[in-house]
């Protein structure tokens, strides 16, 4: 935390200042980006000088470090209530919870330094079962569920504290560097970051050797600190700076910096990595900062209490918790729907043929979509099954899938021709995996998708939602595109510049999304996450010219299988026996060339034949090679699993081969793989 309110805090509790040196920040009013977007839902009274916050997602329990108060708030998520208080020591400062024991630890903070300590908190019975003596002026805290280790700020001692949850003792003490101030920890690599207010950086530790391994520079006053697991980026509270930093877990290195409010004086941050959402609280505008982490940038603004600092996400209810220093009170904020993607595949056409319109009752819920040429549907947002089978629609019995996401979200995908293999009820799936052909079942043999949009088990608008950029509007206010009516059925769409109505010719438009479709000569190199039983497709352009065409699908393990789609339509799998045609398997690749190929859009299919529940992670490199650059054929041996000549998997021998017949050389970065062109003559 950072030292002045501290100590600002310590003079108040000793008479020696008025509350009103703590009324800095005023609630702002709440501006957002996404329709149905964070809402304050309610505020929760709580004790005095609420300093940090903490969750256990599997309990749904909230805890607040009151540091005026000397104790614990326990909140019910359910009911938005205090139901329990717990006492712990002087000052508790920082609190985090491990919800694989459901035990919590608070960092206590006493004015004479005599007795530094965190205390442990059974939450089963809310009562203080330990308390464990650490280095002076322990601040913040984190847990790694994964190792049941609890890393521990000391500010004055310019040290971390590593506790074993098991024995609650310190079992390792790690030097950082000055004032350090908050940590978080990525459970998925075992990093534990820290936040070094005096020296103005970010320090990484290794759990497992407990060893700092890299310095994180270019801070201004960092304070609060939170990870993405998934995306392994870290996020940074710069208070002085007014901005968050965000560093890429890889390289240890500053990917992006992103401005919050002026003069916010940035303190606590959270991640909600389903969503990937960062929210930031301002403490003296009194309001918190959402970034959406795709684009870096601030999406919306919500106002909350008197100098927010402390603030934590529940990731399985989207619900944000915000600790709010100056009035005593925890503001719960809905984070509101999932970042919605369109449920085509990326680089497809798609066509607008209904705008909002009810299934049932009034509610304007539901958007018809037609596709383009390969009809596959995808799911909008991560989320579980609820449902495959059969509804009742206008035209009859007609096929749905029907998709649960976090917080009381749903959609449902109607009129499929038929599901994604063995697609059930209670599977996870994430968002862009394939779920059904788009079909015209209880349409009355119009083929389309009509896309369901439920909250909380009731429908719930279209109107205003955003869908990968898309706003969806039933009205047709100032900046309507010519022909737009307004009511159900109609509206009208629009990103930017781009503005589209239902059945217009300008409805025929391109999905946004990553570029699938390079040309040849270069290298693609993109990854996309396979599901089981699922299809992905991707697509690359052979210019005129080439004398091969090189395809690569990687992956780590499971089963994934591949074949190709040539310009004319041909279809190119294990089993072609084409003498033009070479293809090789192994147990974590699958390997294609073509010699003389066609020029035009080859299409890669790859489908989940065996992968784990939530996907295969699977490479695609693709390079073509223009005749003038090649002087010979090659034979390529069938490649065996075993020693790899460049370093990596077979995979990548047989793609570093294939290149260097062709005149390229491979090179393997932290971002992905590329061909750097190296003309052999």
């Given at each position: ?244 930093s965000v560093i890429d877990g890889a390289s240890n290195t500053v990917a992006a910096t992103v401005p919050v409010e002026s003069y916010g004086y ?5 991640v909600n990595a389903n969503t990937n959402r960062i929210y930031v609280t301002n403490e003296s505008k009194g309001n918190v900062s959402v970034i ?39 503001t719960v904020i809905d984070g509101g729907p999932p970042a919605w993607r369109l449920p085509w595949e990326y680089g497809t056409k798609w066509h ?330």
């Amino acid at each position: 935390m950072r030292r002045k309110t501290l100590v600002l805090g310590i003079a108040l509790a000793c008479g020696l200042l008025g509350a009103s040196a703590f009324s800095l920040g005023r609630p702002t009013s709440l501006s957002q980006a996404n329709g149905g977007g964070p809402v304050v839902v309610t505020t929760v009274a709580v004790g005095t000088w609420p300093l940090d916050v903490a969750v256990n997602p599997n309990t749904n329990r909230i805890y607040v470090a009151n540091g005026g108060s000397n104790n614990v708030s326990v909140i019910d998520g359910a009911s938005n209530t205090v139901v329990a208080t717990v006492g712990v020591g002087a000052i508790p400062v920082g609190v985090a919870v491990n919800p694989s024991t459901n035990r919590i630890y608070v960092g206590i903070y006493v004015a004479n330094e005599s007795s530094n300590s965190v205390s442990v908190i059974d939450g089963a019975s809310n009562t203080v079962v330990a308390t464990v003596p650490v280095g002076s002026d322990p601040s913040g805290v984190s847990v790694n569920p994964s190792t049941n280790r609890i890393y521990v700020a000391n500010y004055n001692s310019d040290s971390v504290s590593v506790i074993d949850g098991a024995s609650n003792t310190v079992v390792a003490t790690v030097a950082v560097g000055r004032y350090p101030n908050a940590v978080a920890v990525n459970a998925s690599t075992n990093r534990i970051y820290v936040t070094n207010r005096g020296s103005g950086n970010v320090s990484v530790i290794d759990g497992a050797s407990n060893t700092v391994i890299a310095t994180v520079a270019g801070m201004s006053s960092p304070d609060g600190v939170a990870v993405n697991p998934i995306t392994n980026r870290i996020y940074v509270a710069n208070s002085n700076g007014n901005n968050v930093s965000v560093i890429d877990g890889a390289s240890n290195t500053v990917a992006a910096t992103v401005p919050v409010e002026s003069y916010g004086y940035p303190w606590g941050v959270a991640v909600n990595a389903n969503t990937n959402r960062i929210y930031v609280t301002n403490e003296s505008k009194g309001n918190v900062s959402v970034i959406d982490s795709a684009s870096n940038t601030v999406v919306a603004t919500v106002g909350v209490g008197y100098e927010p600092l402390g603030v934590v996400v529940n990731p399985n209810t989207n619900r944000i918790y915000v600790a709010n220093f100056g009035d005593g009170t925890v503001t719960v904020i809905d984070g509101g729907p999932p970042a919605w993607r369109l449920p085509w595949e990326y680089g497809t056409k798609w066509h607008y043929t209904g705008g909002p319109h009810h299934w049932t009752g009034g509610t304007l819920s539901g958007l018809d979509f037609a596709s383009g040429p390969n009809h596959h549907v995808y799911a909008v947002a991560d989320g579980t099954v609820s449902f495959v089978g059969q509804e009742s629609c206008v035209g009859g019995p007609c096929n749905a899938v029907k998709i649960g996401h976090q917080g009381g979200w749903e959609t449902w995908y109607v009129h499929l021709a038929s599901f994604a293999p063995r697609l059930q009820q209670g599977q996870t799936v994430r968002q862009g995996q394939y779920v059904g052909e788009e079909g015209d079942s209880g349409a009355n043999g119009v083929r389309h998708l009509h896309l369901e949009l439920r909250k909380d088990g009731a429908p719930y608008s279209w109107d205003g939602q955003v869908i990968d950029g898309w706003t969806i509007h039933v009205d047709c206010g100032t900046g309507a595109p010519a022909g737009c009516t307004p009511g159900e059925w109609n509206g009208y769409m629009e990103n930017g510049t781009e503005k589209v109505i239902p059945w217009s010719p300008a409805g025929d438009e391109q999905l946004v999304g990553p570029s699938t479709n390079p040309s040849a000569g270069q290298v693609l190199g993109t990854s996309v996450n396979v599901m089981q039983g699922a299809m992905v497709d991707r697509s690359a352009t052979v210019a005129p010219g080439q004398s091969r065409v090189y395809f690569l699908t990687s992956w780590v393990g499971s089963t994934v299988d591949a074949s190709l789609t040539a310009p004319d339509g041909t279809s190119i799998g294990p089993s072609t026996t084409d003498p033009d045609v070479f293809h090789s398997k192994g147990g974590t690749f699958e390997y294609y060339e073509m010699l003389t190929p066609l020029a035009g859009s080859w299409a890669v299919h790859l489908y989940g034949a065996d992968v784990p529940l939530e996907g295969e992670t699977t490479d695609i490199l693709v390079a073509g090679e223009s005749a003038s650059a090649v002087g010979g054929v090659a034979e390529y041996p069938q490649l065996e699993p075993g020693p790899s000549r460049s370093g990596g998997s077979p995979a990548r021998d047989a793609f570093a081969l294939a290149l260097g017949v062709a005149g390229g050389a491979l090179l393997l970065t932290a971002g992905g793989w590329y061909a750097r062109r190296r003309w052999l003559h």
